[in-house]
């Protein structure tokens, strides 16, 4: 694999997608980042000498542009997501479309394009999934279908895409405290309960979620892939006594 091949990142400017840069950047990997608020971007882009470029990861003509730009990669982190949490029968369909096309649609189109770009030197594409697809929690319809369509699709792409040297795999966070998040974490009874349904105490902050990402892009887990790798603080596996 080529070291100098850059990887690009997108929602970079987000809680996670900013933790897992300036992470990955402390390890001296090249960086292209992408995300929606062209201010932020352009700041973190300076902060970690890394080029940037705008993108709607929802619209395919905007995707295909971002790859032109950001040329070959030798990984992908897809770092863009929604958090819906709605029962079905509350949930408009406008919403329900909103959130397929922000977390499933986006994913589809990062592993269309990002395999097409690594086809020739292998790489690693993460996407992001959450613990509500192992588990079931209410109110969780929508976002759970979505993040669903991703473990699918990781699966999938590993076995199609492990002849060319290209990973798959996905993260699948518990609550995490970034600001996607802050309606649930800035609300003290929300936050109270929702640490005490994580056996380990505590919900996740952007670095737990950084350093799992950091190490599934990572070329040295090149026997890694088709992985759904659950970061909850326990909560789809263990029970607390």
Do not use: C
Request: neutral net charge; glycine residues 12%; charged residues 15%.
């Amino acid at each position: 694999m080529n070291d100098t091949l850059p990887i690009l990142i997108t929602g970079a400017t987000g809680g996670i997608g900013s933790a897992t840069a300036r992470l990955l950047h402390e390890r001296g990997f090249p960086l292209f980042l992408s995300g929606r608020r062209e201010d932020a971007l352009n700041a973190l882009g300076e902060e970690l000498n890394a080029p940037v470029a705008v993108a709607d990861v929802t619209d395919e003509p905007s995707v295909a542009t971002l790859f032109e730009r950001a040329g070959p990669v030798r990984g992908v982190i897809h770092a863009v997501g929604s958090i819906l949490l709605k029962p079905a029968h509350l949930t408009s369909l406008d919403e329900f479309r909103r959130t397929i096309d922000l977390n499933l649609t986006s994913a589809f189109l990062m592993v269309k394009y990002g395999v097409k770009t690594m086809q020739a030197n292998g790489g690693s594409v993460v996407l992001f999934s959450t613990v509500a697809t192992g588990i079931g929690l209410a109110n969780h319809e929508a976002i759970a279908a979505a993040k669903g369509g991703i473990d699918g699709l990781v699966i999938s792409a590993a076995a199609t895409y492990a002849g060319k040297g290209i990973r798959v795999n996905a993260v699948a966070p518990g609550l995490t405290d970034t600001p996607l998040a802050a309606r649930i974490t800035g609300n003290d009874a929300a936050r109270t309960a929702s640490i005490a349904m994580h056996p380990l105490g505590r919900i996740g902050t952007p670095a737990d979620i950084a350093s799992a990402a950091a190490w599934l892009v990572d070329p040295a887990q090149s026997w890694v892939t088709g992985q759904i790798l659950r970061v909850d603080g326990g909560l789809s596996t263990v029970r607390a006594r």
